[in-house]
């Protein structure tokens, strides 16, 4: 059998078996930025339980992180966050294309036109991404903080996404999974949803009607960069009580605008940004 091509910057370890080229303290490390992402602050034992290791195990990964600015650890309540310099490595990933920076102006007034939050996302191995959010000054609103990860079925941004990809693209993206069942609403069946994703793509807007969560809606539109492809989402979303479904047509026409408008700017085609 021919050996395989090495890759420039592959080193021979890079061809290994899988638990032959893993660093078991890195992956460690790496568990605990996920979960502490996931997470407003965690003490060192919710940790060491979370993450099935012992206290003395975890107190060494966090003080390594620590000497490094990954994480920090709030003196007084002895919980333990991310750090600065986690921060800063997670946004050059946001800064890969100027979606976010271009996105950025068209998200705050659709917040002010519409009263509110406005969101961001992008597929990541085949769920949304959430990478921005201007939020609404009202009490009761949707939160989705960068790095949130969401089903695409039952997203408006995924459907948006969806509603712009090919058959053989939905299928990969679809098939092989279950589609969650989250509410009475959900659609869970892929020809339902192949429907339902037509109707986004004629109107140009995909419609989240408390479909992941009751009593929250979502109204999404697909960005697309200079080939016309779907790269990101945009969306309004918030309560049923301030969504009501008189007002989705017009909140629609403002989120399906504010997408042309970012998709202008990343030099989509006339035909598909207009």
Same mark, same amino acid.
């Given at each position: 059998?021919?050996? =395989?091509? #090495?890759?420039?910057? &592959?080193?021979? %370890?890079?061809? @290994?078996?899988?638990? =032959? +080229?893993?660093?078991?303290?890195?992956?460690? !490390?790496?568990?605990?930025?996920?979960?502490? %992402?996931? /997470?407003?602050?965690?003490?060192?034992?919710?940790? !060491?339980?979370?993450?099935?290791?012992?206290? @003395?195990?975890?107190?060494?990964?966090?003080?390594?992180?620590?000497?490094?600015?990954?994480?920090?650890?709030?003196?007084?309540?002895?919980?333990? /966050?991310?750090? *600065?310099?986690?921060?800063?490595?997670?946004? *050059?990933?946001? /800064? #890969?294309?100027?979606?976010?920076?271009?996105?950025?102006? *068209?998200? &705050? #007034?659709?917040?002010?036109?519409?009263?509110?939050? +406005?969101?961001?996302?992008?597929?990541?191995?085949?769920?949304?991404?959430?990478?921005? =959010?201007?939020?609404?000054?009202?009490?009761?609103?949707?939160?989705?903080?960068?790095?949130?990860?969401?089903?695409? /079925?039952?997203?408006?941004?995924?459907? !948006?996404?969806?509603? $712009?990809?090919?058959?053989?693209?939905?299928?990969?993206?679809?098939?092989? $999974?279950?589609?969650?069942?989250?509410?009475?609403?959900?659609?869970?069946?892929?020809?339902?949803? &192949?429907?339902?994703? $037509?109707?986004?793509?004629?109107?140009?807007?995909?419609?989240?009607?408390?479909?992941?969560?009751?009593?929250?809606?979502?109204?999404?539109?697909?960005?697309?960069?200079?080939?016309?492809?779907?790269? %990101?989402?945009?969306?309004?979303?918030?309560?049923?009580?301030?969504?009501?479904?008189?007002?989705?047509?017009?909140?629609? %026409?403002?989120?399906? @605008?504010? @997408? #042309?408008?970012?998709?202008?700017?990343?030099? *989509?085609? =006339?035909?598909?940004?207009?």
């Amino acid at each position: 059998m021919a050996q =395989q091509p #090495r890759k420039k910057g &592959r080193p021979k %370890a890079f061809y @290994a078996k899988p638990e =032959q +080229s893993t660093i078991q303290s890195l992956d460690r !490390a790496i568990d605990v930025l996920d979960l502490l %992402a996931a /997470h407003a602050g965690l003490t060192l034992t919710e940790i !060491a339980n979370e993450l099935a290791q012992s206290p @003395a195990t975890m107190h060494r990964v966090l003080s390594t992180l620590e000497a490094r600015d990954m994480v920090e650890m709030d003196g007084q309540s002895q919980t333990w /966050h991310i750090g *600065a310099a986690a921060y800063r490595i997670g946004s *050059a990933f946001l /800064h #890969r294309s100027g979606v976010v920076e271009r996105s950025r102006p *068209a998200m &705050r #007034r659709l917040m002010e036109q519409t009263g509110e939050t +406005s969101n961001l996302g992008i597929e990541m191995n085949g769920n949304v991404m959430f990478i921005g =959010q201007v939020e609404t000054n009202e009490t009761i609103r949707a939160f989705f903080p960068p790095g949130t990860i969401s089903p695409m /079925h039952a997203s408006g941004i995924g459907k !948006a996404l969806l509603s $712009r990809y090919s058959d053989d693209r939905f299928d990969r993206v679809v098939s092989g $999974r279950d589609l969650e069942g989250f509410t009475d609403k959900t659609v869970t069946d892929p020809e339902r949803l &192949r429907d339902d994703l $037509r109707q986004a793509r004629d109107r140009g807007w995909a419609f989240d009607d408390e479909e992941k969560a009751t009593g929250m809606r979502c109204v999404a539109a697909p960005i697309l960069n200079t080939y016309g492809e779907a790269i %990101a989402g945009i969306s309004v979303s918030g309560p049923t009580s301030r969504m009501p479904q008189e007002r989705i047509e017009e909140i629609a %026409a403002l989120v399906a @605008a504010a @997408a #042309r408008e970012v998709s202008r700017g990343l030099g *989509a085609p =006339q035909g598909d940004s207009d």
